[in-house]
C-alpha cells in the first residue's frame, strides 16, 4: 500500500494570499497524482491529475507541481470560495488519498 | 450533464448488511469504470471498490473483502455495493464516483453520498 502523507494539517491564510500544499508518497507514484477540493458538507472535486494538469473549468489560480514523490499544490491568489479541505490521491497502484489539509480563514 | 445519485443508506446493526445503489446519467455509462470511496465521519477519504466498464473485473480494498460486492447494470445505469457482514468501522458516507475515461484510477465526478451508520 502506498501512505500519502499531507502538509501542514491546517493552513491558515487570508484572501489574496498564497497557499501552498505539500504531498508526500511513501514511494515513488511517477505523475499519478490527483488532488481534490472539498467543502463542508459537499463531496470532493476534481482540482489537478497527472500532477499538474488541471481539470475542465478549474481557475488558473490553481497549479499543481512535482513527480515522483514530492509533490506541491498551489494556490495563488486565495479567494473566499477556496477555503475547504484539499486532498491528494495518487493512483499509480490502488488508490489511496493522503489525510487532507484544511485551509481556513486566518 | 454528469449526475451520480447514491441511495440506500441508513441504520444497519453491527453484522447486517445494506445495499447502496448509485444511479447515473449524462454520460455514457457503459463506457466508464466506476467506483464507491468513503469517508468516516470527520476523517478522510477511503477508496472501496472498482468496477470496470462489463463488470468483468473487481477490485477491492484489503478491509471489505469477503464482506462487499460492486456490481454494475449498463442496462439501468446503475452500479451497486452490496455490503454484508457489517462493522462499526464501516460508518462512513459513501460515495459513488467516476472513473476518468482512460481507466485512470482517479474520480472525475462524484455523487453527493449516502450515509451509513452502524451501531447497535
Given at each position: 500500500?502506498?501512505?500519502?502523507?499531507?502538509?501542514?494539517?491546517?493552513?491558515?491564510?487570508?484572501?489574496?494570499?498564497?497557499?501552498?500544499?505539500?504531498?508526500?508518497?511513501?514511494?515513488s507514484?511517477?505523475?499519478?497524482?490527483?488532488?481534490?477540493?472539498?467543502?463542508?458538507?459537499?463531496?470532493?472535486?476534481?482540482?489537478?491529475?497527472?500532477?499538474?494538469?488541471?481539470?475542465?473549468?478549474?481557475?488558473?489560480?490553481?497549479?499543481?507541481?512535482?513527480?515522483?514523490?514530492?509533490?506541491?499544490?498551489?494556490?495563488?491568489?486565495?479567494?473566499?470560495?477556496?477555503?475547504?479541505?484539499?486532498?491528494?490521491?495518487?493512483?499509480?497502484n490502488?488508490?489511496?488519498?493522503?489525510?487532507?489539509?484544511?485551509?481556513?480563514?486566518? | 450533464?454528469?449526475?451520480?445519485?447514491?441511495?440506500?443508506?441508513?441504520?444497519?446493526?453491527?453484522?447486517?448488511?445494506?445495499?447502496?445503489?448509485?444511479?447515473?446519467?449524462?454520460?455514457?455509462?457503459?463506457?466508464?469504470?466506476?467506483?464507491w470511496?468513503?469517508?468516516?465521519?470527520?476523517k478522510?477519504?477511503?477508496?472501496?471498490?472498482n468496477?470496470?466498464?462489463?463488470?468483468?473485473?473487481?477490485?477491492?480494498?484489503?478491509?471489505?473483502?469477503?464482506?462487499?460486492?460492486?456490481?454494475?447494470?449498463?442496462?439501468?445505469?446503475?452500479v451497486?455495493?452490496?455490503?454484508?457482514?457489517?462493522?462499526?468501522?464501516?460508518?462512513?458516507?459513501?460515495?459513488?464516483?467516476?472513473?476518468?475515461?482512460?481507466?485512470?484510477?482517479?474520480?472525475?465526478?462524484?455523487g453527493?453520498?449516502?450515509?451509513?451508520?452502524?451501531?447497535?
Amino acid at each position: 500500500e502506498i501512505v500519502m502523507t499531507q502538509s501542514p494539517a491546517t493552513l491558515s491564510v487570508s484572501p489574496g494570499d498564497r497557499a501552498t500544499l505539500s504531498c508526500r508518497a511513501s514511494q515513488s507514484v511517477s505523475s499519478n497524482l490527483a488532488w481534490y477540493q472539498q467543502k463542508p458538507g459537499q463531496a470532493p472535486s476534481l482540482l489537478i491529475y497527472g500532477a499538474s494538469t488541471r481539470a475542465t473549468g478549474i481557475p488558473g489560480r490553481f497549479s499543481g507541481s512535482g513527480s515522483g514523490t514530492e509533490f506541491t499544490l498551489t494556490i495563488s491568489s486565495l479567494q473566499s470560495e477556496d477555503f475547504a479541505v484539499y486532498y491528494c490521491q495518487q493512483y499509480n497502484n490502488w488508490p489511496s488519498f493522503g489525510q487532507g489539509t484544511k485551509v481556513d480563514l486566518k | 450533464e454528469v449526475k451520480l445519485v447514491e441511495s440506500g443508506g441508513g441504520l444497519v446493526q453491527p453484522g447486517g448488511s445494506v445495499r447502496l445503489s448509485c444511479a447515473a446519467s449524462g454520460f455514457t455509462f457503459r463506457s466508464y469504470w466506476m467506483s464507491w470511496v468513503r469517508q468516516a465521519p470527520g476523517k478522510g477519504l477511503e477508496w472501496v471498490a472498482n468496477i470496470k466498464q462489463d463488470g468483468s473485473e473487481k477490485s477491492y480494498v484489503d478491509s471489505v473483502k469477503g464482506r462487499f460486492t460492486i456490481s454494475k447494470d449498463n442496462a439501468w445505469n446503475s452500479v451497486s455495493l452490496q455490503m454484508n457482514s457489517l462493522r462499526v468501522e464501516d460508518t462512513a458516507v459513501y460515495y459513488c464516483a467516476r472513473v476518468r475515461l482512460d481507466g485512470s484510477l482517479l474520480f472525475d465526478f462524484w455523487g453527493q453520498g449516502t450515509m451509513v451508520t452502524v451501531s447497535s
